[in-house]
């Protein structure tokens, strides 16, 4: 059975880093595409970066190119956002986001979301 788990929000004035891990746990799956997700009180949720394992396209957001970057640790099967410079506008909640290649299909998980708070 496939889980995932974040960690890593938190709350952190302007200017500040936080790192978000997702743990995916389970077995016999590899990690196809990977991505980050936030949704903002009164606000839809939207793509905030992805990682395509093949090929390993990498996608940010234009809100935040040069500020946050996406990795994996694939021995670890651990997703992560770095998030660096953060503005008050990165308040959200963060949504990890998988899709899984297993022997005979492929499917798809959210993480349960983890609070970003940037004070001013």
């Known amino acids: 059975q496939v889980q995932l788990v974040e960690s890593g929000g938190g709350l952190v004035q302007a200017g500040g880093s936080l790192r978000l891990s997702c743990k995916v746990s389970?077995?016999?799956?590899?990690?196809?595409?990977q991505a980050w997700y936030r949704q903002a009180p009164g606000k839809q949720r939207e793509l905030v970066a992805s990682l395509a394992t093949e090929p390993g396209v990498v996608y940010y957001a234009d809100f935040v190119k040069g500020r946050f970057i996406i990795s994996r640790d694939n021995a670890e099967n651990t997703v992560y956002l770095q998030m660096n410079s953060l503005e008050p506008e990165d308040t959200a909640v963060y949504y990890c986001?998988?899709?899984?290649?297993?022997?005979?299909?492929?499917?798809?998980?959210w993480g349960q979301g983890t609070q970003v708070t940037v004070s001013s």
């Open positions: 986001f998988v899709h899984l290649r297993f022997q005979a299909l492929t499917d798809r998980y």
């Open positions: 389970g077995s016999g799956f590899s990690i196809a595409f």
